[in-house]
């Protein structure tokens, strides 16, 4: 079975698991590209972003500064080296590792308040450190249509929204590997909350959305789906 067959069958299972059809998805129109700045990592330790990680309900209504957003998109999902492999010379192997090391992730910025950055939906770059810049409404509304959890939507001042791309991950592993996609998106979720943590944000794992209602949102091709949403802020004053 080649990796095509293969990302049909998992696009049918995860349709199955979601009670979803196919949803027709029209790629968001803008391309624009924001360097993000460069950031120092967290000095706080491991142990104690550990120790104080938890998932947060409530958020500060007031805007994220950029420096944070950049340094949590670094550390958490950015590049932690390059080796050569899969025939390049520096193949990127990410800060949150994958099976056999692809490229198989894929981190979006739903922004609402984000000092320096217009609300809209932005994709994470982390080979070259930027956002492209998807969408440029403000998202609360469709995120409203997301969220089974209301509140997500409107508090928060950004949503990191993780997706796995079936076609590179079929392209080496059976349908097997469905499983270990998630897996995936797991040990990056848990980046998030640990390096949100050193940051001093708040944070929430959600795995209670709507997968069409985000795909639309993302303007994600057919082979790339959703697999985990990250609302983050400043915790409340």
């Known amino acids: 079975m080649n990796g095509r067959d293969t990302t049909e069958r998992a696009l049918a299972v995860h349709r199955l698991l979601n009670a979803q059809r196919p949803v027709p998805v029209q790629p968001l129109p803008l391309s624009r590209h924001i360097a993000l700045p460069d950031v120092r990592p967290p000095k706080t330790g491991l142990v104690a972003a550990l120790a104080r990680r938890h998932s947060a309900y409530e958020y500060d209504d007031g805007d994220l500064e950029l420096p944070a957003l950049s340094a949590l998109l670094r ?26 090391g692809l490229d198989i992730l894929r981190a979006y910025a739903v922004v609402r308040r984000v000092t320096g950055l217009d609300q809209g939906v932005y994709r994470y770059e982390p080979v070259s450190h ?78 209670g959305f709507d997968d069409a209602a985000l795909g639309t949102l993302l303007g994600l091709p057919e082979n790339e789906i959703p697999t985990m949403l990250f609302p983050t802020g400043r915790p409340p004053a």
């Open 75 to 100: 550390f958490s999902m950015g590049v932690q080296r390059f080796v050569p492999a899969y025939g390049v010379e520096e193949y990127p192997l990410s800060m949150a590792p994958s099976a056999g």
């Open 130 to 207: 930027e956002l492209v810049q998807l969408a440029e409404t403000d998202p609360g509304p469709q995120l409203e249509q997301v969220y089974l959890q209301e509140e997500f939507a409107w508090q928060p001042a950004v949503t990191v929204a993780v997706t796995a791309r079936l076609d590179v991950a079929f392209d080496k592993y059976p349908l097997r590997h469905y499983r270990t996609l998630h897996v995936d998106s797991g040990v990056a979720v848990q980046n998030l909350y640990l390096v949100g943590t050193a940051l001093g944000l708040a944070g929430c794992a959600v795995a």
